[in-house]
């Protein structure tokens, strides 16, 4: 593969209306419950690109270069070294990715116990960034309210000039 494929910057799933203030990335298995949350979630009214991480590896490689939260799902079955798909790692692990996260997301399944978004966790203290909402499978409407405000809040207080200070 050439640097120039590797590397071009990626267009988003769903492009923000207007100019963007941030940016959401995820994961998703072929079950589509991760996918079906975010689509729920209408991010791109608000002002927000989102973007996929590929599912298969022959797909071309996701490359963002602006600031984003990370929607995640927990794999595994409740062993921790198998809680973050290996798409997500594959991403994170690129620095040029790496180092525009700024929080992230988890979904998880209830059966799997103290493991519940596990994922959520080993991202958040990996890249020193705050995990921000837990939700169940594909969540609720409730979850995708929440997060979404949550996100226009998060991404509108990151733009406002820090308070002077006397």
């Known amino acids: ?6 590397d071009a910057l990626s267009a988003p799933l769903y492009k923000a209306e207007g100019a963007a203030i941030g940016a959401v990335v995820f994961f998703s298995s072929a079950s589509e419950n991760t996918a079906r949350f ?3 979630c209408n991010f791109q009214d608000e002002g927000i690109n989102v973007y996929r991480i590929p599912l298969r590896p022959k797909d ?3 490359n963002v270069r602006e600031p984003y939260v990370l929607i995640v799902p927990t794999y595994g079955g409740g062993s921790a070294h198998k809680a973050v798909p290996t798409q997500v790692k594959q991403f994170l692990n690129n620095p040029d990715n790496r180092q525009y996260i700024r929080g992230v997301i988890a979904s998880g399944n209830s059966n799997f116990g103290e493991a519940y978004c596990i994922a959520g966790d080993i991202v958040s203290a990996k890249c020193k960034v705050p995990l921000m909402y837990r939700f169940e499978l594909m969540g609720t409407p409730e979850d995708q309210t929440v997060v979404r405000q949550g996100l226009l809040d998060f991404y509108t207080k990151e733009r406002e000039p820090a308070a002077a200070t006397a």
């Open 38 to 40: 975010v689509a729920n």
């Open 60 to 62: 071309p490689a996701l």
């Open 1 to 6: 593969m050439s640097e120039s494929q590797t």
